[in-house]
């Protein structure tokens, strides 16, 4: 930034200097039509080739000052995006509820390149408009400082005019971006849900929010748009005035033998290299103003403390004795109470079948024992220590959870396997998983094998294959812990037995949770407890 601040001063002096090389030529021009004497050529190319030295020279450093300024705005939006996308990853189950997945995306790319547009672009005109000013101001007022006086007479109006709209295009934008927000939400969340509105025939209901979301951001975009709109007329008409001003003023000083003639076109020249710095200051404002309020959002989820603390005390390895000890649990953004007075204690190579109706907490157990949230009250131990004693992310490697709702990246079938680990599995390793979670067969049975993309959340596959592709993930970490989380309800009961008796060579020694509403899932557990 101070390197391309120092370009900035240097891109000015060249370029403003070409004032004084104006009024060299104009006074040795006025001269000779004075005398009367025959016009050299000579005078015109001496000029104008000095021009171009210069009007050169201060656009090396105006190349130089955008390779410095816009660059150091590039590496502050690159180390933004990583800092908030890092952040969103460290954050709670919480956050993630009371937030949409579209205003996470606006955040993290409109309003960092909003801010990224102030410390680029806005600070680099901001810098050449102080630096052009004080320049023109050193060279004015070395010629005469009552027509200097009378130049720069409209500025303060000028001030005020951006001072009284600064305020109003911070609100303006901070609406802006809500609507943004609002827009980008509804359709991530239509694109996500596609197949259900399709299924439903509701894609002229979705059309329709679509137009009303899309119309209220086009609304208060204009009405920014409006207010924008009056600074480059009002900056036209000062600099119309300031030239003016010049012309007439310095008809009299000239007159009067105060200044030469040349110094009305110098001031003339002056008046025009103030133009675009004076022109750019609204354009400029309205850049601060959007990257406050940006910021302002950004500043909101960066400050946001997760709920889930990692304060690690203990480096006991984890075995797989877990025990629940009058555990309640009471959602915090609902105030419903999901768990309440839970005993159960599990042994080191057990099978526990859990089951009950819908809402009777079963997920939320095993939401409690991967720490997506802390209990509210009791003691929830493994291997006889609190489970906020260990080290968040060893817990969650010594942990394999199936879940219920089955996610699949857009990726290979491999690498949907494999993704349990930053360890590098084998591709013997792979095929042992699919096998054990009896889905060989259909991988198989693909034109391209396990090198197969799936879509979007795995859209291309069934549900059954989706879920046994989920399985054979978590065996393949080969997990201290396994829980399976009404995993197996769009398999057969055939599959369901394979992977079962699958089950008990891998997790042998190990602890394995069942939850299931089929008794069948539940036959090979050595307890089953109904919530």
Not at 265 to 285: H, M, R
Not at 321 to 335: A, L, P, Q
Not at 496 to 513: G, V, Y
Request: net charge neutral; proline share 2%.
């Amino acid at each position: 930034m101070l390197l391309g601040a120092t370009f900035v001063v240097l891109s000015s002096v060249f370029s403003i200097y070409q004032g004084v090389i104006v009024r060299n030529a104009t006074n040795e021009i006025y001269k000779i039509f004075e005398k009367h004497s025959v016009v050299n050529s000579n005078v015109f190319v001496k000029h104008g080739l000095m021009l171009l030295v210069f009007a050169l020279i201060s656009g090396f450093f105006l190349f130089l000052m955008r390779q410095t300024l816009i660059v150091m705005s590039r590496n502050i939006e690159f180390d933004q995006k990583n800092e908030l996308y890092a952040h969103f990853q460290s954050l709670d189950f919480n956050f993630y509820k009371k937030n949409k997945t579209g205003d996470l995306m606006t955040r993290i790319s409109e309003d960092v390149s909003k801010v990224r547009m102030f410390t680029g672009p806005a600070v680099m005109y901001l810098i050449n408009t102080f630096a052009t000013i004080i320049i023109v101001l050193v060279f004015m007022l070395n010629i005469n400082w009552q027509l200097t006086l009378f130049v720069f007479l409209p500025l303060p109006f000028l001030s005020f005019i951006i001072y009284k709209v600064s305020d109003l295009i911070n609100k303006r934008s901070t609406r802006v971006q809500e609507e943004l927000s609002k827009l980008t939400s509804h359709t991530q969340e239509t694109f996500s849900a596609i197949r259900v509105i399709k299924a439903y025939n509701r894609e002229a209901y979705y059309v329709h929010e679509l137009e009303n979301l899309n119309q209220s951001y086009k609304k208060h975009s204009l009405k920014l748009t409006l207010v924008e709109a009056f600074f480059q007329p009002i900056l036209v008409l000062m600099v119309g005035i300031s030239v003016i001003l010049t012309v007439w003023i310095g008809s009299k000083l000239v007159i009067n033998g105060s200044i030469e003639v040349g110094n009305i076109t110098e001031f003339i020249i002056y008046v025009y290299k103030l133009t675009w710095p004076f022109a750019s200051l609204g354009w400029v404002t309205s850049l601060i103003q959007r990257a406050s309020a940006s910021q302002t959002r950004i500043n909101e989820f960066l400050n946001y403390q997760s709920d889930i603390i990692n304060k690690p005390t203990t480096v006991q390895k984890i075995e797989g004795n877990i025990e629940f000890k009058n555990v309640s649990f009471v959602y915090d953004d609902t105030k419903i109470k999901a768990i309440n007075q839970f005993n159960l204690k599990i042994n080191k190579g057990d099978i526990i079948g859990i089951k009950g109706q819908i809402g009777t907490g079963k997920t939320t157990l095993v939401n409690l024992l991967t720490r997506m949230y802390d209990i509210t009250s009791g003691e929830l131990l493994i291997e006889g220590k609190a489970i906020k004693d260990y080290d968040l992310f060893e817990l969650r490697r010594s942990i394999a959870c199936v879940p219920q709702d089955v996610f699949l990246f857009s990726d290979t079938i491999k690498n949907n396997i494999a993704f349990s680990s930053n360890h590098t599995f084998t591709d013997q390793e792979i095929i042992d998983a699919a096998k054990a979670a009896g889905v060989y067969d259909n991988i198989m049975s693909f034109p391209e094998g396990f090198d197969t993309v799936v879509g979007e959340r795995g859209i291309t596959l069934s549900g059954g294959q989706k879920q046994r592709i989920s399985i054979a993930r978590a065996i393949i970490a080969k997990p201290q812990i396994l829980i399976f989380d009404d995993c197996l309800s769009a398999v057969d009961v055939e599959t369901e037995h394979l992977i079962l008796n699958n089950l008990k060579d891998i997790m042998k020694d190990k602890t394995c949770i069942i939850i299931s509403h089929r008794d069948s899932a539940l036959r090979d557990a050595n307890k089953v407890i109904e919530l």
